[in-house]
Structures are given as structure tokens and as C-alpha cells.
């Protein structure tokens, strides 16, 4: 390990004005994806939809990196170049997705467990020659107030996992993204989003403190504190970055190389807001930016629906929603911004 090396990745990442594109969307997620915009996944559309983000204009200037699936990671563009490298050569940093997904918790029905430490040193030695310089590892956590969920012990084995990741990815001088993702899926209260996610936060920094995981060398990317979906009672703006604020300043130590939100359900306009009223509240202890893939591809996918024709007007949609968060990275977004939509 390299503690200067992983410091400097992250500190790319986190550069001024920029934020992470997530688009490792696993083969089954990408699938549902693309039929919901009647395109059938294959090797070649998947390939066609992520040459289509990487190579959007001008978005070197609002992504600092690009968080890549396993297939993606070894596919090339049309031109024959491979997407690590097609990435680099815009200064784009690419990541890998290294966790196998969320899986039946034993003993607790309703509630998940990543799984992909088996073999992880050796992967992360393959994926660090084919160029990635930082991963993602994403834990789910389940929000069901009468059933007592999070349980204490998803919580603990999730926790346990994400630093016994982030340990390995730093090892092999790659920066880990370690995201304990609380669902936005519900009918919760947004002070019951808070509790799950301050007991989350707990014990997933006391893990990695305790498991040797360098703090300034990582990056954190959490949920918002935000109501559930079905919650009768929806948290306004300045609510959500008030009270997501509070929590990530009672758990998350100042060391933290950055955060990164995920978008995790909601729509690209309150993604954007969120940050942005964030930021404007700010100086904070932490830059402070953005690793969408919903809120960044959502609009994307809409306009290009398979149809190669659309392909730059769906680019250009990529671009604008970019800018959108790459001004809500500084708090400098406004909502009429919208209106200039393609
Ligand atoms: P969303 O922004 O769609 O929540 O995805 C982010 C992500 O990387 C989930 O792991």
C-alpha cells in the first residue's frame, strides 16, 4: 500500500467541481435498464450506451471518474480502444465494481448481505493492470420499522465486509468507494431514516478504523437522510440537506478523503438539488460531491432509446445533467437551470 498514491487518487476524484458517474450497472440491472427503454441488452447495445456516456462532450470537465462493471472494464468503443483507457485519455479515472451483489442475510428474513471477498486480493491485482484506480463495494441496508429492521446484526456483517474490502483495495493502492446504501424504499420517516443511517454510520467507521483502512485514502458514499418513498409526510429540500448534514458531521470523521452521494431513487432534479443546498451550506469538513447513476442516466437513456440517431442529442443530455451537478458541487445550482434542458 501506498498511503501518498491513495491519497492522491482520492483527492481526484474529489477534485473541485467534479463527481463520479457510476455506470456498473451489473448485466441483470443494466438489462432491466435498457428494456425499459425497449432496447435489448446485449454485449453490443451495452457497449453503444456506455461509448455514448464516455465519449459525451465535454464532461472531463464535470466527471472525475467513472465507476465501470466487470464487462465494461475489458470491452473497447467502436474505435478499438479499450474503455479504461478511452477514459484515461480524457483524464477520467476508472473504477471497478468489486462486491457480488446483496444477498439473502441468513437468519434475517427481508434483509440483505454483500457478498465478493473470496478471491477479491487476486481480482483486485487483475483489475489494477487493466487500470482501475479506485472500486465500489455497496452494502444494503433495510429500512422496516416493525419488523426492527436494520437489525443490529445486518448492520454489523455489512460493516464488517465493507472494511474487510477497503482494506484489500487500499493493499493493492486502489481507492475504495465504501457505500452503505440505507434504502430509500418505504413508508419511514425521515427521523427514522436519520436513526438507521447515524447506527449505520457508526459501526461502519468503526470497522474500518479497527481493520487499519486508511481514512484520507477513501471515499465514502452514503444515502441522503431522506423520507421514505411511500412516507405520507415527503422532506422538504432544505430538510434533507439539514438533517443529512447533521448525521454525516456526528459520524464521519474529518480524515475522510470525500463523499459521494448516491442518487438512490430519486428523481435527477432532487438529486441535484440536494447536493447543491449541501454545498451552499458549507465550509464542510469534506468535499462534498456526487456518484449518481439514476439521477445522471435516467434522462440519458429516455432520449436515446436504442434509435443511433439520438445518440449525440443523448449525449448532449448526459452533458447538461453533468454541468447541472458539477454547479451543485460548488452550490452554485439553480432550479430555472432546468429550463435549458437539450
Ligand atoms: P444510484 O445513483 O442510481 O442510486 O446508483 C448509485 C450506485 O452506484 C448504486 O450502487
Redesign the pocket.
Known sequence: MNPDRLIEIAQRMMAPGKGIL?A?ESTGTIAKRLRAVGVESTADTRRDYRELLFTAPDIERYISGV?LFDETLRQASSSGKLFPHLLEARGILPGI?VDQGAKDFAAHPGEKVTEGLDGLRERFAEYYELGARFS?W?AVITIEVDSGHPSTACIAANAHALARYAALAQEANIVPIV?P?VLIDGAHTQAQCEAATARTLERVFAELTAQGVLLEGMVL?P?MVIAGKQCPEQSAVEAVAAVTLRTLCRYVPAAVGGIA??????SPEQ?TAHLDAMNRRGPLPWPLT????????NPVLDMWRGQAQQAAAAARAFAFRARLNHLARQGRYESDMERDAG
Open positions: 457510476a456498473d465507476i465494481k465500489k455497496r457505500e446504501e458514499k444515502s452521494f448516491l442518487s438512490g431513487g430519486q438529486a456526487f456518484s449518481y447513476a439514476r439521477a445522471l442516466q
